[in-house]
């Protein structure tokens, strides 16, 4: 099965910044890289897609990039909403999995 | 709006079958898309269970796949999961999903999610 890290675990950020998590596969996975949102006692939400495509209704401030091992997800100025735990997914291969989570903190 | 919901037992007797049913509205199973179980636990994280098409043709994840039963009722529109010989280990929030699949036969990504029911397993 592949293997996908995320770092850092947490970080504290404030609104208004500019923050990126990375992502890292133990195999290539081409562009078959996703990224969810998942507030607390709430089901994760689809942010982006194929690594850089971005779901209905997500605000621009998202971005991601990347492709082979390496991927990352931007918020390029955080907002209250934004503080939440992160999470990539590859669906390169079966099963697909997921990375350990970023916490995204105040 | 897509919604999903799910349902079933909250505690399960180890040894015993963990069953869920995922209700969806604002959109008939019939018309496509996989449907399928995500689980996620704060030792394991998310685990992708399953999923399931209209047909009744499914995909499992390997790890489980010889516990795990998923079907479909498109009557009724409802989806099910049927986890047998539970332990400790399954304990776990467990969500249903609208799951997009590759024409390749392989998972895309899960874009409609229900609100999560948690399981634990304890006699």
């Known amino acids: 099965d592949i293997q996908m890290t995320q770092s850092p675990s947490s970080l504290s950020a404030s609104v208004g910044d500019r923050v990126t998590i990375t992502c890292r596969a133990s195999?290539?996975?081409?562009?078959?890289l996703n990224w969810y949102q998942q507030k607390p006692g709430k089901a994760p939400k689809l942010l982006i897609y194929?690594?850089?495509s971005l779901q209905s209704g997500v605000p621009s401030r998202f971005s991601g990039s990347g492709s082979g091992t390496d991927f990352t997800l931007t918020i390029s100025s955080l907002q209250p909403e934004d503080f939440a735990t992160y999470y990539c997914?590859?669906?390169?291969?079966?099963?697909?999995?997921f990375g350990q989570g970023t916490k995204l903190e105040i | 709006q897509v919604q999903l919901q799910e349902s079933g037992p909250g505690l399960v007797k180890p040894s015993e079958t963990l069953s869920l049913t995922c209700t969806v509205s604002?959109?008939?199973?019939?018309?496509?898309?996989?449907w399928g179980w995500i689980r996620q636990t704060p030792g394991k994280g998310l685990e992708w269970i399953g999923s399931?098409?209209?047909?009744?043709?499914?995909y499992h994840n390997p790890s489980l796949k010889s516990r795990v039963t998923i079907s479909v009722d498109t009557s009724k529109n409802q989806f099910s999961l049927k986890l047998s010989s539970v332990t400790a280990a399954d304990t776990a929030v467990y969500y249903c999903?609208?799951?997009?699949?590759?024409?390749?036969?392989?998972?895309?990504?899960?874009?409609?999610w229900g609100q999560g029911t948690l399981v634990t397993v304890s006699s």
């Open positions: 999903a609208r799951d997009r699949f590759r024409s390749s036969g392989y998972y895309f990504s899960s874009d409609y």
């Open positions: 604002g959109y008939s199973i019939s018309s496509g898309y996989y």
């Open positions: 399931i098409y209209h047909s009744g043709s499914t």
């Open positions: 195999q290539s996975i081409s562009n078959y």
């Open positions: 194929t690594a850089s």
């Open positions: 997914q590859q669906s390169y291969s079966s099963p697909c999995s």
